[in-house]
Protein backbone atom coordinates (compact mmCIF):
# COMPACT_ATOMS: atom_id res chain seq x y z
CA UNK A 1 0.00 0.00 0.00
CA UNK A 2 1.29 3.78 -0.97
CA UNK A 3 0.68 6.74 0.45
CA UNK A 4 -0.97 9.15 -2.07
CA UNK A 5 1.59 11.76 -2.75
CA UNK A 6 0.01 15.34 -0.91
CA UNK A 7 -0.43 16.69 -4.52
CA UNK A 8 -2.36 14.24 -5.89
CA UNK A 9 -4.51 13.91 -2.21
CA UNK A 10 -4.97 17.63 -2.50
CA UNK A 11 -6.62 17.53 -5.68
CA UNK A 12 -8.93 15.04 -4.63
CA UNK A 13 -10.00 16.57 -1.97
CA UNK A 14 -10.39 19.89 -3.61
CA UNK A 15 -12.60 18.54 -6.80
CA UNK A 16 -14.45 15.40 -4.34
CA UNK A 17 -14.98 16.46 -1.13
CA UNK A 18 -17.37 13.66 -0.20
CA UNK A 19 -16.71 9.95 -0.08
CA UNK A 20 -17.80 8.87 -3.61
CA UNK A 21 -19.46 5.67 -2.59
CA UNK A 22 -22.32 8.25 -0.71
CA UNK A 23 -22.32 10.57 -3.59
CA UNK A 24 -22.84 7.99 -6.16
CA UNK A 25 -24.75 4.71 -4.33
CA UNK A 26 -26.10 6.27 -1.05
CA UNK A 27 -26.13 3.03 -0.15
CA UNK A 28 -24.68 3.84 3.29
CA UNK A 29 -24.15 7.37 6.00
CA UNK A 30 -20.59 7.92 5.95
CA UNK A 31 -18.35 6.68 9.06
CA UNK A 32 -14.93 7.71 10.07
CA UNK A 33 -12.16 9.73 9.14
CA UNK A 34 -12.04 10.40 5.15
CA UNK A 35 -9.44 8.56 3.22
CA UNK A 36 -7.95 7.40 -0.26
CA UNK A 37 -7.70 4.33 -1.68
CA UNK A 38 -6.22 3.33 -5.06
CA UNK A 39 -8.48 1.37 -6.31
CA UNK A 40 -6.83 -0.11 -9.21
CA UNK A 41 -3.91 -2.45 -10.14
CA UNK A 42 -2.10 -3.03 -12.58
CA UNK A 43 1.27 -5.52 -13.61
CA UNK A 44 0.74 -5.72 -9.16
CA UNK A 45 1.36 -2.33 -8.63
CA UNK A 46 -1.37 0.21 -7.64
CA UNK A 47 -2.03 2.62 -9.73
CA UNK A 48 -0.71 6.17 -8.91
CA UNK A 49 -2.55 8.04 -10.67
CA UNK A 50 -5.63 10.65 -9.78
CA UNK A 51 -7.81 8.99 -11.71
CA UNK A 52 -7.41 5.63 -10.09
CA UNK A 53 -7.59 7.35 -6.75
CA UNK A 54 -10.93 7.14 -4.59
CA UNK A 55 -12.05 9.30 -1.83
CA UNK A 56 -13.82 6.86 0.65
CA UNK A 57 -14.95 7.20 3.96
CA UNK A 58 -13.41 4.87 6.56
CA UNK A 59 -16.75 2.53 6.20
CA UNK A 60 -16.48 2.33 2.77
CA UNK A 61 -12.60 1.74 2.60
CA UNK A 62 -11.67 -0.22 5.80
CA UNK A 63 -14.45 -1.15 7.04
CA UNK A 64 -17.30 -3.47 6.73
CA UNK A 65 -18.72 -2.06 4.09
CA UNK A 66 -15.56 -2.63 1.54
CA UNK A 67 -16.47 -3.80 -1.67
CA UNK A 68 -13.21 -3.79 -4.15
CA UNK A 69 -15.26 -4.48 -7.30
CA UNK A 70 -17.58 -0.83 -6.62
CA UNK A 71 -14.38 1.29 -5.88
CA UNK A 72 -12.80 0.14 -9.13
CA UNK A 73 -16.17 0.64 -10.93
CA UNK A 74 -16.36 4.64 -8.99
CA UNK A 75 -12.29 4.72 -10.15
CA UNK A 76 -13.02 4.03 -14.08
CA UNK A 77 -15.31 6.73 -14.23
CA UNK A 78 -12.99 9.32 -13.58
CA UNK A 79 -10.38 7.55 -16.22
CA UNK A 80 -10.27 9.01 -20.33
CA UNK A 81 -9.12 6.55 -22.72
CA UNK A 82 -5.80 7.99 -22.94
CA UNK A 83 -5.19 7.24 -18.84
CA UNK A 84 -6.22 3.42 -19.94
CA UNK A 85 -3.72 3.81 -22.63
CA UNK A 86 -0.97 3.96 -20.42
CA UNK A 87 -2.08 0.66 -19.47
CA UNK A 88 -2.38 -1.29 -22.42
CA UNK A 89 -1.83 -5.29 -20.76
CA UNK A 90 -5.06 -4.80 -19.14
CA UNK A 91 -8.34 -5.15 -20.87
CA UNK A 92 -9.99 -2.24 -19.36
CA UNK A 93 -13.18 -2.46 -21.83
CA UNK A 94 -14.03 -6.35 -20.42
CA UNK A 95 -13.42 -4.73 -16.63
CA UNK A 96 -15.91 -1.56 -17.71
CA UNK A 97 -18.52 -3.63 -19.42
CA UNK A 98 -18.36 -5.95 -16.50
CA UNK A 99 -18.56 -3.19 -13.50
CA UNK A 100 -21.10 -1.45 -16.08
CA UNK A 101 -23.69 -4.16 -15.98
CA UNK A 102 -23.07 -4.95 -12.39
CA UNK A 103 -23.16 -1.24 -10.82
CA UNK A 104 -24.91 0.65 -13.98
CA UNK A 105 -23.86 2.42 -17.01
CA UNK A 106 -23.84 6.05 -15.55
Not at 54 to 77: F, Q, T, V
Request: with cysteine.
Amino acid sequence: MHKTPKHIFEEIVKERPECERQVCFKDHVCDGRSTMEHALIYRGRQIPDKWAVIRLCYWSHLGPGLDKRKNEYLALRHATPEDLAEYPKKDWSTLQNYLNKKYGSN
